[in-house]
């Protein structure tokens, strides 16, 4: 290490969505923070459709019922959150109140999606089923083969993009200090985690080190293995239309299906985007766009919605969904005094950023996670001892 800088209250690591809001409701706090990031606002928000879906990506068992009050949390949220973080920038997020259309092309989606319906019910949250007719009665461009769908229209959109633009501002006018460079390893004095060292090999000393690297966490040199976060990149490979003034507008809110196994969707953006996603593929770090998934999104699009081979495609791009062992994120202290995590937010990361900022700052500000956020603690994943036999034990 060839020298330290000036140390902060909190360091994070990692400046993508998570990472950013963190440091920016810490300095809202009063918390001297900076982020190690070679590029701010970059990461998989530069992918991400941006659905904020609590609603339709509810799941059964009881993780996904736990991980239900954190997303519905953090969607009452989103509102507010949207305006004050557009207030604090003069940005606009692309923030869309325009609700989502879960359909079913066959009789077995739509079976499932009976089913999705009757839990929604039973969890207390808005859904309205609809009929094939109905359905096309609201988005006109529905392939006539919809059988039936679920209309929910508390499910609404973001650009994440424009939301990691704006957390890189909000962040600066806060105060935030920015370190464009790759941190290379954790340093750890015996009272715990004080810092990092930087590619460069400039050291940067802070009390709290929040790991909020997306899926490449549990990479970073010098974090002691039992505290190193469990999560893994899952590729998501996505789509971007454009639709013509002549056709808008071409869907009015999102539209969601299950074919053939696969979560597809289409959402609109007001700028004429169209963005269709996405593959789910478990290929390490691989961010190759293949012929295979852009060939299969397009397929399985053009079955829904048959007029979109009609639109120009403008971009395809791949990004990896940081995903813990249960599908939830961890947040908070780990066993090593300092070091705290904010990642595994998996296919839910631009509807869980409010949240997670409130929660991470909290936390940072008072050593105590909040009520909303204390189920998905990293201490969660602490090696269960082996039962101890009875011939051991005596
Ligand atoms: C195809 C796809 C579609 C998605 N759609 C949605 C959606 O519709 N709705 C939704 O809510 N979520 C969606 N997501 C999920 C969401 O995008 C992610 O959960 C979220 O962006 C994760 O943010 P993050 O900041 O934790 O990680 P990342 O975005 O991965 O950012 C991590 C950052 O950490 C940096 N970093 C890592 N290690 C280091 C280091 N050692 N030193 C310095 N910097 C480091 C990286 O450079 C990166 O910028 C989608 C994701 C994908 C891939």
């Not at 507008?249 to 289409?266: E, H, M």
């Not at 699009?301 to 007029?307: D, T």
């Not at 066993?335 to 929660?359: E, F, W």
Request: aromatic letters at 4%; charged letters at 20%.
């Amino acid at each position: 290490m060839s020298r330290t800088s000036e140390g902060s209250d909190v360091l994070v690591v990692g400046g993508g969505i998570i990472g950013l809001v963190t440091a920016w409701r810490a300095a809202q706090r009063g918390l001297r923070t900076a982020v190690v990031d070679p590029e701010p606002g970059g990461g998989a928000a530069q992918v991400a459709a941006g659905m904020l879906a609590a609603v339709t990506e509810l799941h059964y068992g009881e993780t996904e019922q736990t991980l239900l009050g954190l997303n519905v949390e953090s969607a009452r949220r989103y509102p507010a959150f949207a305006a004050e973080l557009s207030e604090a920038t003069g940005l606009d997020l692309g923030y869309r109140a325009c609700g989502t259309l879960a359909v079913a092309l066959d009789s077995d989606d739509r079976a499932h999606l009976r089913e999705l319906h009757a839990l929604q019910h039973k969890s207390g949250l808005d859904s309205e089923w609809l009929s094939g007719r109905e359905c096309r009665r609201l988005e006109p461009m529905l392939a006539p083969s919809v059988r039936g769908g679920l209309r929910v229209d508390g499910d609404h959109q973001i650009d994440p993009r424009r939301l990691a633009t704006a957390l890189v501002a909000a962040c600066e006018l806060a105060g935030v200090r920015f370190h464009r460079q790759w941190a290379e390893r954790l340093t750890v004095a015996r009272e715990g985690a004080r810092g990092v060292v930087l590619a460069d090999g400039t050291g940067l000393d802070a009390d709290q080190v929040v790991l909020a690297g997306g899926s490449l966490s549990g990479r970073l040199a010098g974090v002691p293995d039992d505290v190193l976060p469990p999560v893994r990149p899952v590729k998501g490979q996505v789509l971007r239309l454009t639709v013509p003034k002549v056709y808008a507008p071409f869907l009015s809110r999102t539209v969601r299906a299950v074919v053939r196994g696969g979560n597809l969707y289409l959402v609109p953006r007001v700028n004429g985007e169209l963005v269709v996603g996405a593959t789910s593929e478990e290929l390490g770090w691989d961010t190759t766009v293949t012929a295979g998934g852009v060939y299969e999104l397009l397929r399985d699009a053009h079955e829904l919605v048959p007029g979109i081979t009609e639109l120009p495609l403008t971009e395809t791009r791949a990004g990896l969904r940081p995903c813990s062992p249960d599908n939830a994120p961890i947040l908070g202290p780990t066993a090593l005094p300092g070091l705290l995590l904010a990642t595994g937010h998996y296919r839910n990361g631009v509807l869980l950023t409010p949240v997670t900022g409130d929660s991470m700052a909290h936390v940072l500000a008072t050593g105590a996670l909040p009520e909303v956020a204390r189920p998905f603690t990293p201490r969660r994943f602490d090696a269960v001892p082996a039962p101890v036999s009875v011939e051991q034990s005596v």
